[in-house]
């Protein structure tokens, strides 16, 4: 028995040391860029739009298809006869296959194969457009799930710093140094504590959920952590940088300009459908009820044209042709719509900026020494009660309100990576 005790106590240590890895890495928090790749290859509906681009590029095929040759077989002068007293029903019976063929002229599949790449080019910038968008919604549970961290820890810290007050007015009161009542007025406040604690806690689990959502993962919310740099820098470039990065790289203009492109192209096909396609047919007969044996086998041709004297396309042209001006217009606004959005997130940035910056340079500073300074003074009958509570509550206050505009501060910065296109603030 000693010897089966030892041995499954070395089995179980082997396989703790093999789980310690993945259960390390399950508890291990993700980056932004192990976030935003696990994004991008696993949210269904990213995938979905992706699919939806295949499903543009497999119609190129369709539009560079040439018209199918058409096969028909006809037959005459089948009769029932009798010859010699022998029926030869099929005797007099002539056979004609024929073969024609639809010749599509002036670049009429060129013209079509062209408009269906455009129109796949112009998916794949509206998926790029998508995936622009989604990425923010990413970016911003990811934000959200940081800055619930922060205030959880802050409220931690909070309590923890409070506990050690009661401790301490405890210790005071065994003195003889305060009153029952200010004990229990102290006391009955650390519920606040608590009840900021729980919130926190439900704000932090459900923004790993919604990051969970989006990710499309099924790991326990209790697994799942991400990691990042929860502060801000006050270096921003000029804003011209950023509108001309804008106009190079947002998916939704390249999409819009990609659209007057393929209006003219579509433009150019409908002129092209307004011409005349003839049609090549050929034939090869056996009529044997020809007196002559060398004519029994015969081969014809024709060529069919199509008189266009009505009907020449011209409601397709004028159509394509007003398209051209409307893909122009719509350019024009989404061009405008780039400028705004860049101009109104590049000074939420800006505002975020300036409001952090008296808080990293005094306002944090001030408000700790304030607290520590009536603490101390507390604790030594300096200072009354109620100049206590208030310090304390002037420095949460401003210790959450500093975490609330770092995560103000990065929700704007991603509105503009949104509104650029790509990350330019990180």
């Known amino acids: ?21 993945a259960l390390a890495s399950a508890q291990q928090g993700l980056t932004w860029d192990q976030v935003k790749a696990k994004f991008e290859a696993a949210n269904p509906a990213l995938k979905a739009d992706a699919l939806g681009v295949d499903e543009m590029k497999a119609q190129e095929i369709t539009a560079f298809l040439r018209p199918n040759p058409q096969f028909s077989l006809a037959t005459d002068g089948t009769q029932a006869a009798r010859y010699e007293g022998v029926w030869r029903p099929f005797a007099g019976t002539q056979f004609t296959p024929n073969f024609s063929y639809l010749h599509e002229r002036d ?17 794949g910038s509206l998926h790029q457009d998508l995936e622009r968008n989604l990425l923010f ?7 959200q799930t940081l800055e619930a961290k922060a205030v959880l820890e802050l409220a931690k810290a909070d309590l923890a710093y409070y506990d050690n007050i009661i401790k301490i007015s405890r210790d005071r009161l065994h003195a003889g140094d305060i009153a029952q009542i200010d004990l229990d007025r102290i006391e009955l406040l650390r519920v606040q504590y608590e009840a900021e604690i729980q919130a926190a806690i439900v704000n932090l689990r459900t923004s790993k959920i919604q990051l969970l959502q989006l990710l499309n993962d099924r790991t326990p919310v209790e697994q799942f952590d991400v990691t990042g740099p929860f502060d801000f820098s006050d270096q921003l470039r000029p804003l011209e ?37 003839p049609t090549y047919s050929g ?20 060529v069919s044209i199509p ?19 409307r893909e122009q217009q719509l350019t024009e606004a989404t ?37 520590d300074t ?7 009958g300096g200072a009354s009660l109620m100049d206590f509570l208030n310090a304390q509550s002037d420095f949460r206050a401003v210790q959450l309100a500093y975490t609330q505009l770092i995560g103000t501060y990065l929700t704007a910065a991603g509105q503009l990576n949104l509104a650029v296109g790509r990350e330019v603030i990180q």
């Not at 028995?1 to 890895?21: N, R």
């Not at 998916?251 to 192209?265: G, Y």
């Not at 800006?350 to 910056?357: F, M, T």
């Open 137 to 143: 919604d990413l970016r911003a549970m990811f934000v």
């Open 335 to 371: 061009r405008a719509q780039v400028f705004s959005d860049v101009d109104s997130a590049y000074v939420q940035v800006q505002s975020s900026v300036a409001l952090l910056k008296p808080y990293k340079a005094q306002y944090n500073d001030q408000a700790l020494r304030v607290r």
């Open 374 to 380: 009536v603490t101390y003074s507390y604790e030594h």
């Open 307 to 325: 008189l266009r004297i009505f009907d020449r396309n011209q409601g397709e042209k004028q159509r394509t042709q007003i398209d051209i001006g």
């Open 1 to 21: 028995m000693k010897h089966i005790f030892h041995s499954l106590s070395a089995w179980a240590a082997a396989a703790l040391l093999l789980l310690a890895p």
């Open 107 to 123: 670049h009429k599949r060129e013209l079509r194969l062209e408009s269906a790449k455009e129109g796949t080019q112009i998916a």
């Open 283 to 302: 034939w090869y007969t056996y009529n044997p009820s020809f007196d002559n044996p060398y004519d029994h086998q015969t081969i014809g041709a024709s």
């Open 241 to 277: 940088d950023f509108r001309q990065i804008a106009l190079d790289e947002r998916p939704d203009l390249r999409a819009a300009l990609e659209s007057i492109q393929q209006a003219n192209t579509n433009h150019k096909l409908a002129i092209a459908n307004g011409s005349t396609d």
